[in-house]
């Protein structure tokens, strides 16, 4: 099978999640980087595409200069797809001119800074009619995708409560005060957006919960929490949420627990069971049931549901992590991708990875918690805005 | 040493915190029980101390007439302590009979029904100048000590943010209803209280919160949710607290959990470091440094603190469980107790289990979440109502 | 229910496994400590016994006056019972007194230095007709009574592997130089007997082995090692073997692994599955079926078997400990008493508790191990030392 | 930087092991699959190679055309390593032929059928002076570089005991007469050698041993069990090992431990402390110290040994699995032949990735392990059979 042809905006030498990019890209052999804007300063770029081994003809000083260059390329030169893995505020841009360009993209997330790019972005993927995917990488554990199995087939009875916690400690001091990188741009609203903590990893944790329960919010009430001295944006925060079916969700957010690595976890019960997964232990579903033996489902195991084990790559017992996720979203990809070639046309709701409609509905996320939490009231309707503004 | 000798009010047949309280008294030898009034029916009572082998003359039809009848022996035989471990609604009086009798108390939690009886229950405690422990027993475990000695020695730092949650799925059935006594009188406001999750296990996270942190809050908001229908009192809340020095508190409570047991845990945050402890492993507590490796501290390591080493006894490997965690309570309260046969008086400061003070703050942690419950602000100021009393 | 009354050879100030045994006898209120010999040496005897709270003139200098002394108390007054709780070099002779002398017996492991007084005492036991209990209390936990049920229904399908490891640190060090009491009688062969780990805790893994599967071995291979410059007795071994129906076994025994605590676990595998267990982490038992998910079995949970149900004195998610367990066989001797009070009799194999037959395999164990270890063979068949005295 | 050209052995549709090296060397960029031999079925290896989109015409029928064949093509253009991923037996003539034919090689374990191959490999490998990799991938963890830090650099003392467990449970049922194919190749002495599970698995515990501890066996007693009834070679197995400096090894092999995954563990313990690994929790390593808390330590800490950084590529608590432990050993292999490039030399010894001499000790362990196993000695001297060879 041929190879997609891709190229990436940001990821330069020295980025952390470019590299996550590259590898979950690369792991399944569907994927081949042959350009990048890799850095806001060219010169940059260049050294950084050098030495990921692009041909110095495609290493572009800027984004805007990749997108028209690469689509005076042969059909069968130029890249097909473009992931963009900038910071927050330089997701957008690019996104909307890839699209406009007729490129499919992989953006990383949160989608872009505020509701009205969300919006445009929605209505310019839906025009170009291009792939878009968002690398909300947690549900791509194949756990996650069981453990979605048992929830929508009901095997968990009506849901009734869901909690999820992620929390953090790198940012337990004011890193961003001795120039650290990855924690300048994230705490800095410019280039975060309205949000730190709640945008960095919140919008992780509400994708989790609407990708595993499908459940509606219908009220919020958010607290953000600014824990650190000095720091611009929230780090710590706690978000409950009340769901159209009457069940009750927490999600709680902390990049200031100290020591805590990168402890996200989610518990779902129903009235059947419960269940809790950990992603620092990602291969292992617990279930507990009402009235039978609590299980321990484990990745490869036999009898897993069918998108569980197309998210597997190995046998049972040898542990896939992290980039594994990611590279589900990638597989997920690169299969839309063949279907749009042949057919010139995909049905998304086909695909298991999140798109821009994940995207906008993390940005109405965000700006419920912000709505939320800039009232005295306890409860405020959940996208209670988006009726006002009709 | 001489045994002390206690009576007991409740915890006849099928009653399941009596036996846990006799198994606690009993197992380091320093208690006799010789009387009791063990059900609110004469008949139940009478079979239930014969089958627990105790004199029949000594088998009260009620605690009324236990109390009185026994102040009458001679202070050799008649019991020192009373050990009430009857349902919420009948705490109170036997209480505080029992205290202007003379006699040391020993109380299951919650404290009582109403902040008047509360206060009045402190009031008589501090006139008769008895020992009074309330069985707020979690704290009792010996990591929990150890978690006590970080936080309060300043190892980790000033406190920041603080979650324990607390769930259960045991009445995520309408148990009540088919008769099930545990159920029937927890969800019973006639019985249980204002509250029922709240004040079955919520004070519990209460009191693990206040007696590692010392922390006082300022500010609560705080929801109820009635999961189960046609259930009378809540099953399932979620509190949010602020404290005075600022630190975030999250305490989350659950009894219909579907297919949790006793999953009772708490995660302490400080500047230096977080630490994190879960009831059903309980011999274990982990530390996350911020800057060094995590620890694993667990019962019987060399080092630990004073508290920690006199709740220990067996070493380290030998798991020590729930009733060595409540029997820690009555052998603070045997030290008490022999302080005072010497001296006439004690400093209960100088002991190491729950006292009237915590059930004082307990009942206040009831009133204030039902304040915020009731209110549509997000927060209300923490005690407001004692302060508007006055 | 009246109290059984009973005494105790040794366990006097600063011993460890004789508070082990009180507390196990006061848990459940069946028992009451009426007299001691507990110690060597009188004066220390008399100060243990007042701290205990006994009478004095039930304070005895040794265990032969305390037996024969107690044989003319009435019998309503007199000790029922004796808990022989001293080092292995001092149970034959106060074991066998008691029970010529009409009196029940609790043994602490393993039964006593030799075959030969192995063999006298089942002789004893036998002809005297009383209750012999030895306190390999480990397979006292609930979770131990329901693998065994597993395993002995068929639910594993016929065994095939057993490992058994069991590992301590405290030994690591040349303790026994130092003058510590545990060490120092554990390591000196005319007080422990042919062998240190081996019988210290490798009995306790052979009683699991034998107790889970109820195979008989056929052969071994046993290494003993001595890894600690200067001691008299091994603290580490490896011990293979081969059981009746073709399964195979390995012991694994150290006292020398360095920081471990009481690392005692169990793995059995039968053709339909395999289950492991861990006495550090003792409410869990860990299923792993061949076609179904693996499942956690916890104490308290619904549908176990009646040995574990009565195993068991709490609802699931409250711990049970080291000391519950051991209490398993206080209690399981109660209810042996109590039948013999009201029949003048009763059939031991109708009891879950460990007796003078689990004793004498301990003992013929060791013996394997050592005439296994001085073989040069790789196999020697297993009890070949019973055929070759015959 | 240039992308290595590497042409692949085995792996066509439905291997399990072949993709398992082509994600390894994907994952990082630094290769490029350029042709294969991807079946010993021609037209199989065809369809193979279309399907990961090689061109056609360096899709070859069989080994030998391969590697002559690619030896014609331009420096730039033909390839520069081979992968081998055949079963056993086919790993000595293609590794022999690609290394005369001045091609580096990547081969699977274990690395060949017979000693004599293995001396013979070794030969060929220096003679030629090219890179030879064996794919040990389990002593390519993070934690494992951590764990053998601290060993060699003394922090644990002088090591006294070894124990490594490794349990499958796959082959628990005839599944060799099912055609399976994973299983008929493994369990059939013509194409897997003198052993089963102690080839597949138990070459693995052993290499992890040696890389970790550097200790030299001196003396072994080895029980192989063929526990599936109609099975041709061992599928569990018992080893004991005694070490140059007086430690102690035991070795446990099983892949008929129903229902386990992938359970590979290793425990050391020294005088000062004891560490425990597990592979299917591959991102915590847990050090139990003599007078210190015991600790975890997690991929991604900061303070941890170069090679633990360098084999690491994600933050703390994103969790790094098999494929990137796989991986690491192809990233050490493409800086090797970048040096080998430049300088036409390398120095083995500065590059941290199993090696020929890793094969050929593991060649050895399986001729001692046969070597004891066929003798009624209980020990016998390890590598004997090199002495009476001379």
Redesign the interface.
């Known amino acids: 099978?041929?190879?997609i042809k891709y190229g990436m905006i940001g990821g330069g030498i020295g980025a952390?999640i470019g590299?996550?990019h590259?590898?979950a890209a690369?792991?399944?052999?569907n994927f081949e980087?042959v350009c990048g804007a890799l850095s806001s300063d060219p010169q940059k770029s260049l050294e950084s595409g050098i030495?990921?081994?692009l041909d110095k003809h495609r290493i572009y000083p800027d984004f805007r200069t990749m997108i028209i260059q690469e689509s005076y390329f042969p059909e069968d030169e130029r890249m097909e797809m473009v992931s963009i893995v900038t910071p927050n505020f330089m997701h957008y841009e690019p996104a909307k001119l890839a699209l406009e360009y007729g490129f499919h993209v992989v953006c990383d997330k949160p989608l872009c800074m505020t509701l009205e790019e969300a919006y445009d972005l929605q209505k310019t993927v839906s025009k170009m009619g291009k792939i878009f995917a968002l690398t909300h990488n947690y549900t791509g554990y194949p756990m996650i995708k069981q453990a979605r199995y048992f929830i929508q087939s009901g095997s968990?009875?009506p849901i009734?409560?869901v909690?999820s916690?992620y929390?953090?400690?790198?940012l337990?001091?004011f890193l961003e005060s001795e120039g650290q990188k990855q924690a300048s741009w994230r705490t800095d609203p410019t280039k975060s957006g309205y949000v730190g903590a709640v945008g960095d990893i919140g919008t992780h944790a509400e994708n989790m919960v609407s990708y595993l329960t499908g459940l509606t919010p219908t009220e919020i009430?958010a607290?953000l929490?600014t824990?650190v001295k000095g720091r611009l944006l929230d780090d710590?925060a706690?978000i409950?949420l009340r769901f159209d079916n009457g069940a009750?969700g927490?999600i709680?957010v902390?990049q200031?627990?100290?020591?805590?690595?990168?402890?996200f976890n989610v518990?779902v019960?129903?009235?059947?069971?419960?269940l809790e997964w950990n992603?620092?232990?990602?291969?292992r579903l617990?279930?507990?049931?009402?009235?039978?033996?609590?299980?321990?489902?484990?990745t490869?195991?036999?009898?897993l549901c069918d998108q569980a084990i197309s998210a597997t790559?190995?046998?049972?017992?040898?542990?896939?992590?992290?980039?594994?996720a990611f590279a589900n979203i990638y597989s997920g990809v690169a299969k839309a991708i063949r279907t749009y070639r042949q057919q010139g046309d995909f049905k998304i709701r086909e695909y298991d990875f999140p798109t821009i409609f994940d995207g906008v509905r993390g940005m109405e996320f965000i700006q419920n918690v912000v709505n939320s939490h800039t009232?005295?009231?306890?409860w405020i309707f959940y996208n209670e805005f988006k009726k006002s503004n009709n």
């Not at 690369?26 to 052999?29: N, P, T, W």
């Not at 200031?256 to 402890?263: H, K, P, Q």
Request: no cysteine; hydrophobic share 30%; charged share 25%.
């Open positions: 099978m041929r190879k952390f590299e996550v590259r590898m690369a792991l399944d052999g980087l030495n990921l081994g968990l009875g009734r409560r909690v916690s929390t953090q400690g790198w337990s001091t009430s607290n929490n824990v710590d706690s409950l009750t927490v709680l902390s200031v627990a100290t020591g805590e690595e990168n402890n518990h019960s129903g009235t059947e069971g419960s992603q620092m232990d990602p291969n617990v279930v507990r049931w009402k009235d039978k033996p609590k299980q321990e489902i484990r490869g195991d036999s009898g790559r190995l046998p049972a017992g040898h542990p896939e992590g992290y980039i594994e009232s005295v009231k306890k």
